[in-house]
């Protein structure tokens, strides 16, 4: 039994220490396992230094405890075993191996006094915990698995987060994990490497778990997206069809749980713009149906952003679906009853819908590449969103974060280039690659 732990990968691992409730678990391989990240931080933090290590362990430590980015000093870490970044809700966790368990427990005690008082009767085999809301932390060092493990929480529930983490391997009462999810079981495999991530999804989407790699100059995200069948098939249109695309362009074969992601997410565009009427009626059944599509944006209109919904009208959409059902005759309907207008077209098997109308007709011919392959240009959304100013801000939540995120990452997207990805069919899903490389 020992010697299939061993073996197994990160990932699965990881999922035997994350609690099954976590939205997303991101996984190290002891202290070497950040290596990577530490480098292409430093890179990023020479574009942009709110991305630097050293302004990120001010957030590791206020949300986790231990500066994982500069080796944890003064908490007794073990560097071996594998560690555990938790987010559950509104709480953020972390469970790590310790090798000086009394320096473990100092350092906890004055990490979590920061926060307010504790009661001394809590005791060495309780967690500790002080604050509240959105600053409560709690924590506990305690045996764990045939080790000494540390376990923090802070934020929303920190203190039950904890709990659930300290309850996992029991006898009584056991905490349920990640690794009992028998949806996220077959995906395990694809998470090994140094580091990994472990993403909970929306149906038809069950999870993803992606194998993290990073240098100097890139991160790279690879590994299994779960769903009850395939969600791609075949090669994904031409490129040819991208070439109007100045932010960003997706074009996908879709298997039949790519078909059901698609319809869910038109859905959701469709309810945050105008989710009724005959153009939207046709788009929403077609979407369930198309075998290939093409979605590309050319700009942003940035006086359209608001409050997240109503802000999708401010993205230039096309979007080209084939193998739909066949028109006999091109159709041609417009939805004027939204901020901008909106057509669409159905001529044979394809369907286009543009928001706002535009003189453009997307080929979809079939490529000879990857089922999925997409690409998007930081730099050029950087561009499109520097017309916000701090006025524009008051709109809304939406230009009020945007105006925010370029003045702490502005930098690292004008230094970025073209974000990548790229994905294969396989049967538990889709096998991808995401690419991020700073130039």
């Not at 908490?75 to 790590?96: C, H, I, K, Q, T």
């Not at 362009?249 to 997410?265: M, N, P, Y």
């Not at 286009?352 to 730099?379: F, H, K, N, W, Y």
Request: glycine share 10%.
């Amino acid at each position: 039994m020992l010697a299939a732990l061993l073996c197994a990968s990160l990932a699965a691992r990881g999922a035997a220490l994350v609690p099954a409730r976590a939205e997303a678990a991101v996984l190290f391989d002891g202290a070497g396992g950040i290596a990577g990240l530490h480098q292409f931080l430093e890179t990023a933090g020479t574009k942009s230094r709110a991305l630097a290590p050293y302004e990120l362990s001010r957030e590791s430590i206020a949300l986790f405890g231990p500066d994982l980015l500069s080796g944890a000093p003064g908490w007794g870490l073990d560097p071996r075993g594998a560690r555990a970044l938790v987010f559950a809700g509104n709480a953020y966790a972390l469970s790590a191996p310790v090798r000086d368990g009394k320096a473990a427990r100092k350092a906890l005690i004055a990490w979590v006094g920061a926060a307010g008082p504790w009661s001394k009767r809590t005791g060495r085999r309780n967690p500790i915990s002080a604050g509240s809301g959105r600053s409560q932390r709690a924590g506990i060092v305690a045996p764990q698995g045939g080790s000494v493990r540390l376990l923090t929480a802070s934020g929303r529930g920190a203190e039950m987060l904890v709990a659930a983490l300290w309850r996992i391997g029991a006898q009584r009462s056991p905490t349920r994990t990640l690794a009992h999810d028998r949806r996220l079981e077959p995906l395990l495999p694809a998470g090994n490497g140094k580091a990994a991530l472990i993403v909970r999804g929306d149906d038809p989407i069950t999870f993803a778990v992606l194998e993290l790699s990073a240098d100097a100059s890139s991160v790279v995200a690879r590994g299994l997206v779960g769903a009850p069948s395939p969600l791609l098939a075949g090669h994904a249109p031409d490129a040819s069809a991208c070439t109007e695309s100045s932010l960003f362009c997706l074009r996908a074969s879709l298997g039949l749980s790519g078909k059901a992601a698609l319809a869910l997410a038109s859905q959701m565009y469709l309810s945050g713009t105008s989710p009724a009427g005959p153009l939207a009626d046709l788009l929403q059944k077609e979407t369930s149906r198309a075998e290939s599509l093409v979605l590309l944006s050319s700009g942003i209109d940035v006086s359209l952003l608001d409050e997240p919904k109503s802000s999708l009208w401010a993205l230039h959409l096309v979007a080209a679906l084939a193998g739909v059902t066949p028109h006999d005759r091109p159709l041609d309907l417009e939805a004027g009853d939204g901020p901008r207008k909106r057509c669409l077209r159905a001529e044979g098997p394809t369907l286009q819908m543009a928001s706002p109308c535009v003189d453009l007709r997307i080929a979809l011919r079939e490529g000879d590449g990857p089922a999925l392959q997409a690409t998007a240009d930081p730099a050029a959304i950087d561009a499109a969103l520097s017309r916000l100013n701090a006025f524009d801000a008051l709109r809304g939540s939406v230009p009020a974060t945007l105006v925010g995120a370029r003045l702490l990452v502005g930098g690292f997207l004008r230094g970025s280039a073209p974000f990548t990805l790229s994905g294969e069919p396989d049967p538990l899903g889709a096998r991808i690659e995401l690419r991020w490389s700073l130039r």
